[in-house]
């Protein structure tokens, strides 16, 4: 089992999908996260070792991602590999069989259309072990708010990619923080530092998707 769990982990990490994925190259004709997964479940492997398990390849490849190491399509292709083993341990989230670290709400803010950035911190988030609602694109505050009634106890993150969109920001950290006071929310994206983060309001500033992991764990949302 410890073999199988391994194996996971690294197929996450370097994103093998499956057996039928070309990529890595040097992983080619080899079997991948899926049919691993598959293996693993058979195997009466419990479903919390294998979300560890992918857990740890995506913390692995968003580390090498944080130090340029690897870049964005290899980072999509551990999200596909992550994806390759949630499928398989969906049944085991939704009875309850293995709990999500809590709810994280993202979406880029108001007047912004860009989503490359948002979409890959909600890959590495979910891949480690979280719910992730994303909101999409040009999302006004009241769409955050009603999410957050909908969720009680979750984090909101926040992402922008045009300076022009900051003010927009602020003025939805400033809505929500009103309505929801102990709500957290964690922002970032291009234009932001940790000084203006903290200026406009946020309760953390992450630079790249392991910041922003590293901070949802250190909120410990239950």
Known sequence: MSELI??????VERGK???????????????GADEYTKLAIEA????????????????????????????????LMAAKAMHAVMAHLKPFFQSGTVK?????ILGTV??????????????VIEGNGWKVIDLGVDVKAPRFIQKISENPGCVVGLSALLTTTIANMA????????TSPTTKVIVG??????????????????RDPQAAVALLNSIGVS
Request: net charge negative; aromatic share 6%; hydrophobic share 35%.
């Open 110 to 123: 108001a007047g912004d259309l860009h989503d490359i950035g948002k979409n890959l911190v909600s890959m």
């Open 189 to 206: 994206g291009a234009p932001l530092t940790a000084g203006s983060a903290q200026e406009m309001g946020a309760d953390g500033y992450a």
């Open 6 to 11: 391994e194996k996971i982990g690294i197929c």
């Open 17 to 31: 999908v499956n057996k039928a994925s070309p990529f890595p190259p040097d992983m080619k004709g080899l079997d």
């Open 44 to 75: 009466k492997t419990s479903a919390d070792a294998i979300l560890q398990a992918c857990n740890d390849g995506m913390q692995r490849v968003g580390e090498k991602f944080g130090k340029n190491l690897v870049f964005v399509p290899e980072l």
């Open 100 to 104: 999500t670290k809590g709810t994280f």
């Open 171 to 178: 003025n939805t950290i400033k809505e929500i923080k009103t």
